[in-house]
């Protein structure tokens, strides 16, 4: 089996793990390894060291096997190359003006990501309406 991508994220974050959840219920492949940035600290300084917590905070990261770093929009919309069901986004992710746009977008809901979901007593997080 190849090296998988790392997608280190917010594991202290409901939206930020009910998004990972998802994430893997799509990766038929298991092609994305994903990595939450509190509880596997060492291994993520290992596997990319010139990453800061800050970064890691600001959003998610995508890190390819040769340890190249797409950070935000652009990692999600690297992890969509990986992902089958995720192919029909692509085109949408590459208009003229996402390059911009995206990572704007991204920011917003990444700075709001603590109270985008509410999760019950089980663990369970779901979206808010």
Not at 3 to 14: E, F, I, K, M, N
């Amino acid at each position: 089996m190849s090296t998988p991508y790392w997608l280190v994220y917010d594991g202290q974050c409901a939206f930020c793990r009910a998004s990972v959840r998802l994430l893997r219920a799509l990766d038929w492949f298991r092609r994305i390894r994903a990595v939450d940035l509190h509880t596997q600290a060492e291994e993520v300084a290992q596997r990319a060291p010139y990453l800061t917590h800050n970064q890691m905070m600001a959003a998610m990261q995508l890190i390819t096997p040769a340890g190249k770093v797409y950070p935000g929009f652009f990692g999600f919309r690297q992890a969509a190359w990986l992902l089958p069901l995720a192919w029909a986004l692509l085109p949408l992710l590459y208009l003229p003006g996402m390059s911009k746009l995206g990572p704007a977008i991204y920011a917003q809901i990444a700075r709001r990501r603590y109270g985008l979901s509410r999760c019950g007593p089980d663990g369970a997080c779901e979206l808010r309406a």
